[in-house]
């Protein structure tokens, strides 16, 4: 396969691209006209993404949608069809060298040896990476290890850690060499909830060092709350990215989800409610009432002032967010399940 570069004009790399306008100086990664070919299958199709620094990106799609494979072109793992990608200001085709420098990456199912221990496999690693002598290598393992809260695993067999702690071990051994950008592929696959924690902890802790972070995961509500922004990719483009708040007011239909609390009768709230313009959707379980509502933000004030006025006893008045999983079925339709 030819790598083929575009050429830019120098307009097009002041002008920056992506939700935000990043220009291209600021940008941790940069991705201009990327497409993947597999023989007659485009993987991706014209993909360009800027990300600032110290983002912590999300990256959501179908199976099949082109998220391992950019991630692939990104890590130098896959050669592109064409298009260009800079990482911290750094051609991956010009400065291979510097990029690797700079860069971690962990992928999906990262295999790791079971004869070794864990401080071992480290600082194996650590090794590679020229990280000094055996003590100075020795200091970044443990703190990579307690980055990912693993310390007390340091002199534990790998073949003995759960598959939980294998991640976050990978995930440590990614971190040895303080990258600038971190390129993470489904790391909590199979990990149960208070590994999930520990990884989402772990994540927030780089990007507050400035770290650039992209993450992929099917777990939405996982990246909903570690993300500080998203993009969807279906059929090897690009669908949306921002914060998950734009994403939802982009493709939301302007429905509100309310959730009413009271004290007394919920069905009396129902009937009250029942027939009033703007809400739908509406039952009651015990002392909550649920409806969707379309109305302005005044006309909703107006209504829970209305509702009180009418001597209901209201305790709580709140919204509920659209699942990220409506928003991604919605934006990727036709997509490959």
């Known amino acids: 396969m030819t790598w083929r ?21 600021e940008a941790a990664v940069e991705i201009r006209d990327l497409r993947v070919d597999y023989d007659d299958f485009v993987a991706v199709n014209d993909l360009s993404l800027s990300v600032p620094r110290g983002e912590v990106m999300g990256w959501v799609g179908p199976n099949g949608a082109g998220k391992t494979t950019t991630f692939r072109a990104m890590t130098m793992l896959l050669e592109p069809t064409y298009g260009e990608i800079r990482l911290a200001g750094f051609d991956i085709v ?19 040896p079971t004869d070794l221990k864990v401080w071992e496999f480290l600082d194996f690693h650590a090794h590679t990476h ?15 290890l307690e980055t990912v809260n693993l310390g007390e695993k340091r002199d534990s067999f790998c073949k003995e850690l759960s598959r939980g702690q294998t991640q ?30 520990d990884l989402r902890k ?12 992209l993450i992929s995961s099917h777990i939405l509500s996982e990246l909903d709350e570690m993300c500080s922004s998203l993009c969807i990719l279906n059929q090897g ?36 409610l029942s027939g009033n313009p703007g809400i739908s959707n509406l039952h009651s379980e015990e002392r909550q009432v649920r409806f969707h ?22 305790r709580t ?21």
Do not use: W
Request: with cysteine; aromatic share 4%; proline share 3%.
């Open 237 to 272: 483009r690009l669908v949306a990215n921002g914060t998950a708040a734009e994403i939802r007011a982009k493709f939301g239909d302007g429905t509100r989800r309310m959730i009413l609390e009271i004290l007394g009768d919920a069905q009396s709230l129902c009937e009250r």
């Open 94 to 112: 010009e400065d291979p060298r510097k990029v690797r420098k700079i860069l971690g990456y962990m992928p999906d199912m990262a295999p790791v």
């Open 130 to 144: 020229k990280l000094g002598s055996r003590k100075k290598r020795g200091i970044r393992v443990d703190e990579c």
């Open 5 to 25: 570069r575009r050429i830019f004009f120098s307009s097009a790399r002041q002008e920056g691209c992506g939700r935000l306008g990043v220009e291209m100086s």
């Open 168 to 197: 976050r071990v990978v995930l440590a051994k990614t971190l040895l060499h303080r990258p600038e950008v971190l390129v993470l592929d489904e790391p909590a696959s199979g990990l149960d909830p208070v590994s999930r924690r």
């Open 202 to 213: 772990a994540v927030q802790h780089l990007a507050s060092e400035g770290a650039t972070v």
């Open 317 to 337: 008045f709140s919204e509920e967010q659209f699942a990220l999983e409506e928003i991604l079925e919605q934006t990727t339709e036709g997509g490959t399940a």
């Open 293 to 314: 509502f379309t109305g302005t933000l005044e006309e909703q004030s107006d209504l829970i002032r209305d509702l009180a006025a009418a001597g209901f006893k209201l």
